[in-house]
């Protein structure tokens, strides 16, 4: 049962939100304002989150109509000034779009075995022959002990976006303290067993910011 | 990359604080009649000389830098505010909420770019420098109190700046903590009577933890002289 939830709510968080954050978004925030939501995220997270296929699909769009525009307007030689603040803010763009790629390929190369094959030919054919595996430290081993994981199980800083009321830990202490993650002045340690509770909770949460810190590794002596 | 952060040392450089804190918007009075302009992150203007119009920071310093208008700090950019916000700050362990979520950034974009428009500006910068000194001994005296048996260090209205700063090190030190108490590294004296003595207690953590709190002092410091 337990883990069925925790399945159920790890879904929901690879899902896009179809409610009214959804609709929020639409009206109230810019595709730019998304894209930076999802940079800072991506930069916050441990593990390679979500790619924003259509986020980035409109944001690409709208730099290459502004691109269009620029050249355009440089063409019809329009005045310089407006023309530079034109250019400031696709470069601004530019560099969002390009930094939460940035982010996101330094993930995946720490954890790939991209270059196997030079390494092969070039690095583990030259060595003895019980440590030419590329997944494993020698033949000892009984495991992939050298395949680099993402660190799921770490510790982010978050900023909630609402008011969230009171969350119970399961491994908190006796007394059943409820923590108020109240206001915007949320501060969260996820321990892994907290995270899959709240990761539900974590689609309205900015990585970003703490305020209320809870920790709820450690049984109280 | 140049301005891309070292994730040892903080998730965002200060560049990338400051490209954050640019889309927070400001006043400013222009003094040059240009059409609205339709960016990819807004709409803004039209400009008309002398009629304050709302633009995002980093637009307000691009006409600044042209001499193309005025800024009009923010209402809590004021000796009196300020004043006011230094003598909370002192007054009491919490963090006060009067200033916003990017006040260290947005002051030095306006100390850099707009000095002319804030009114007493030495003394302005002055409070702002003390702010940020009397916030931060308490954000380092809340820290302190985090400990292996902490269940929660309440730190509320951070600033982005100071979040910045804090992160790596409460991430690192809780790692610490997880690691030195995870039950699979600690022997259970009931269970386990062939290993090792009991080593349960909390020193390990506690050496641990002041390690860290001065490595994070030395941090905190380099950062602040910046």
């Not at chain 1, 991506?42 to 709208?62: C, G, H, M, W, Y």
């Not at chain 1, 899959?196 to 450690?218: A, E």
Request: proline share 6%; aromatic share 8%.
């Amino acid at each position: 049962m337990a883990s069925n939830t925790a399945e159920e709510e790890e879904e929901e968080l690879t899902v896009p939100p179809t409610t009214t954050e959804d609709y929020e978004a639409l009206f109230s925030t810019t595709d730019v304002e998304l894209l930076k939501r999802a940079w800072r995220n991506e930069k916050a997270a441990p593990e390679i989150l979500r790619f924003q296929s259509d986020l980035i699909n409109r944001v690409t769009e709208q730099i290459q109509l502004m691109e269009e525009t620029v050249e355009e307007k440089s063409a019809d030689n329009a005045d310089p000034l407006s023309l530079s603040l034109y250019q400031m803010d696709l470069d601004r763009t530019l560099f969002l779009l390009r930094s939460y790629l940035r982010v996101r390929i330094q993930k995946i190369e720490k954890c790939t075995g991209d270059l196997k094959k030079h390494l092969e030919e070039n690095v583990l054919s030259q060595l003895p022959e019980n440590y030419q595996s590329i997944l494993r430290q020698s033949v000892i081993s009984e495991e992939d002990d050298m395949v680099p994981e993402p660190q799921l199980d770490t510790f982010v800083l978050c900023r909630s976006k609402e008011y969230l009321t009171g969350i119970q830990l399961e491994d908190g202490p006796v007394d059943d303290r409820q923590f108020p993650y109240s206001c915007i002045d949320l501060v969260v340690e996820l321990d892994p067993r907290l995270s899959k509770k709240m990761k539900s909770g974590l689609t309205r949460v900015d990585v970003f910011l703490v305020q209320v810190f809870v920790n709820c590794h450690y049984p109280l002596m | 990359m140049a301005g891309q952060s070292d994730p040892e040392l903080s998730l965002f450089s200060v560049e990338e604080l400051e490209f954050i804190a640019e889309d927070e918007m400001v006043d400013i009075v222009p003094n040059l009649k240009m059409g609205p302009l339709n960016l990819i992150s807004g709409d803004f203007g039209p400009f008309t000389p002398q009629i304050v119009t709302k633009v995002p920071m980093w637009l307000a310093v691009a006409l600044k830098k042209r001499g193309k208008c005025s800024i009009c700090p923010p209402q809590w950019m004021s000796v009196e505010k300020l004043t006011h916000v230094l003598e909370a700050e002192r007054d009491s362990q919490e963090m006060s909420e009067q200033l916003p979520f990017h006040y260290v950034e947005i002051s030095r974009l306006l100390f850099e770019h707009a000095r002319d428009n804030i009114p007493d500006v030495y003394m302005v910068r002055s409070l702002i420098e003390d702010i940020k000194d009397v916030r931060f001994h308490k954000v380092e005296t809340d820290l302190e109190a985090f400990n292996g048996r902490t269940i929660a260090v309440k730190i509320k209205n951070l600033s982005a700046m100071e979040v910045n700063i804090v992160r790596p090190f409460i991430g690192r030190a809780l790692q610490a903590f997880y690691k030195h108490d995870s039950p699979e590294l600690i022997p259970d004296p009931e269970k386990v009577s062939d290993t090792r003595p009991q080593v349960v207690n909390n020193a390990p953590r506690e050496w641990v933890f002041m390690h860290l709190v001065f490595a994070f002092a030395e941090a905190t410091t380099k950062i602040i002289m910046n």
